[in-house]
């Protein structure tokens, strides 16, 4: 991959690396990253930080996307209401089902053109076909895969096996509370694609594994990061 370039900025890259991390990886908001680097002897304003996350997040969530491997055939697909600039929207988004986002969008409908959309991009952005694709009671999805032709492929209306789409949605639940809601339509998708990026290369589910194994999975996310931000 072509190295990313910091030139023409008076703070450092390992700087500039830092404040992105922490803005992405934890429940942060500008101001907390600025008191963070403070406490370390660094003293840049919050729009500065903000400046970085909207020029470097996005380069940064798509080199880490190229380096993840292959997800899982079995998707799962919901949609969450949101506000958004005080008008009600969806958030349409498919995970697998270990967790890894796959890919989401906001959108102004919750009706069969939406569904399609997320389905279209799904197909077209996966390195793997899909075997199984999970969805609730909305008929949306149904009409949407028939035009598809993936309908033998629909398992609908089953809440509880839905669980890891409906679970997924929490993290994002606690950014929109911490930056008080989004505030349009392009900086809520810029933001939560950034974030299922870096979401997707540190998530690990440490109740299910041993100390030795997350340990390993800690370095190997500390890899791509370093690997991507290059």
Same mark, same amino acid.
């Given at each position: 991959? /072509?190295?990313?370039?910091?030139k023409?900025? &008076? ?9 992105v ?15 963070? !680097?403070?406490?370390?002897? $660094? ?10 996350? @909207?020029?470097?997040?996005?380069? @940064?969530?798509? &080199?880490?996307?190229r380096l ?9 697909l ?5 506000? $958004? ?11 697998d089902d ?6 989401l969008?906001?959108?102004r ?5 939406? +569904?399609? /959309?997320l389905?279209? &991009?799904?197909?077209r952005? #996966?390195a793997?076909?899909p075997?199984? @694709?999970?969805?609730?009671?909305l ?5 949407? !895969?028939?035009?598809?032709? !993936? +309908? ?7 809440l509880?096996e839905?669980?890891?789409a ?5 993290p994002?639940r ?6 008080? !809601?989004f505030?349009? #339509? +392009? ?10 990026? $870096?979401?997707?290369?540190?998530y690990?589910q440490?109740?299910l $594994? ?7 999975f800690r370095?190997?996310?500390e890899?791509?990061?370093? +690997?991507a931000?290059a």
């Amino acid at each position: 991959m /072509k190295p990313l370039s910091f030139k023409r900025h &008076r703070f450092p890259a390992e700087i500039i690396r830092h404040a992105v991390w922490l803005y992405f990886r934890f429940s942060l908001s500008f101001r907390d990253v600025e008191e963070l !680097l403070a406490q370390r002897g $660094i003293d840049v304003s919050y729009e500065t930080i903000r400046c970085w996350t @909207i020029k470097f997040g996005p380069h @940064i969530a798509r &080199r880490l996307k190229r380096l993840r491997p292959a997800p899982s055939p079995r998707w799962h697909l919901d949609e969450v209401v949101c506000s $958004i600039g005080g008008k009600r929207m969806y958030l349409w988004r498919a995970v697998d089902d270990e967790g890894e986002v796959l890919d989401l969008v906001v959108q102004r409908e919750r009706d069969t053109g939406a +569904a399609l /959309k997320l389905l279209r &991009r799904l197909l077209r952005n #996966q390195a793997v076909e899909p075997q199984l @694709i999970t969805t609730d009671g909305l008929r949306s999805y149904g009409a949407a !895969l028939q035009e598809l032709g !993936l +309908a033998s492929l629909h398992r609908p209306g089953r809440l509880r096996e839905n669980n890891r789409a409906e679970n997924s949605h929490l993290p994002i639940r606690r950014r929109e509370r911490q930056q008080q !809601l989004f505030k349009s #339509q +392009a900086s809520a998708q810029r933001f939560l694609t950034t974030h299922a990026a $870096i979401y997707n290369t540190f998530y690990t589910q440490r109740h299910l $594994i041993s100390r030795p194994t997350l340990r390993r999975f800690r370095a190997d996310a500390e890899a791509a990061w370093a +690997a991507a931000t290059a």
